[in-house]
């Protein structure tokens, strides 16, 4: 870990009353390692949507795998009323969002290149008020992963529900670039495609 009190903050327990955390990561290096670090070491249930695939063995696959690192699984369909209310009580919220699934998510330039990402992860922290953490485990030789966690900037206090939306996800693409191009080969949504005409 780089920077471990940084780390330790954002895993840390949460004052009284104050709403959850979300735990932003995307498909690179080991998503799952970083889950399994959180719901280990960190003071707060993690829990968050997966979308299903197609083979219903592969599906029961990683349901089991990633209840058994302590993380707590809730269908895609749906999943927004459950994940505001886990915030509204306190809880950890865990996405991976680097790709759209199905249609929406926010237009951005990504790479220099019109894209999609998903605008979930921005519109809960500002109508949360949680607070919106960016997670990546980057793989750095044989058995050895870069933890890190950062928060992201906070808006304006004087900026519009729109414009505090707007600032997250521009956050949220700039993290996304500093991060993948440490180690580009480890980016597995290069297999998907982010870059659509039209986006």
């Known amino acids: 870990l780089p920077d471990p ?3 330790a ?6 004052p009284t009353g104050a709403p959850g955390r979300i735990y932003l990561s995307i498909h690179f290096g080991a998503v799952e390692l970083g889950a399994m670090y959180a719901a280990t070491v960190g003071h707060l ?20 795998t990633r209840r058994a690192l302590g993380i707590g699984i809730m269908p895609l369909a749906g999943a927004g009323p459950v994940m505001k209310r886990r915030l509204l009580d306190g809880q950890a919220v865990g996405v991976v969002a680097d790709r759209v699934v199905g249609s929406g998510g926010a237009r951005v330039t990504l790479f220099g290149a019109p894209a999609r990402i998903p605008s979930g992860p921005a519109i809960l922290a500002v109508e949360t008020g949680a ?7 980057q793989r750095a030789g044989r058995g ?9 900037a906070t808006p304006p206090a ?13 956050d949220h693409v700039r993290w996304i670039e ?12 290069l297999l998907f495609p982010i870059w659509t005409e039209g986006s």
């Open 9 to 14: 903050a954002g895993l840390g327990p949460l």
């Open 144 to 152: 050895r992963w870069i933890g890190r966690l950062e928060e992201a």
């Open 178 to 189: 500093r991060t993948v191009a440490a180690a580009p080969e480890q980016w597995w949504s």
């Open 158 to 170: 004087d900026a519009t529900h729109r414009q505090r939306i707007e600032a997250l996800i521009g």
């Open 5 to 7: 009190e940084r780390v």
């Open 45 to 64: 249930p993690v829990a968050g949507p997966m979308e299903t695939v197609a083979n219903p063995a592969m599906q029961a696959y990683f349901e089991r």
């Open 131 to 137: 607070t919106l953490s960016f997670v990546s485990l």
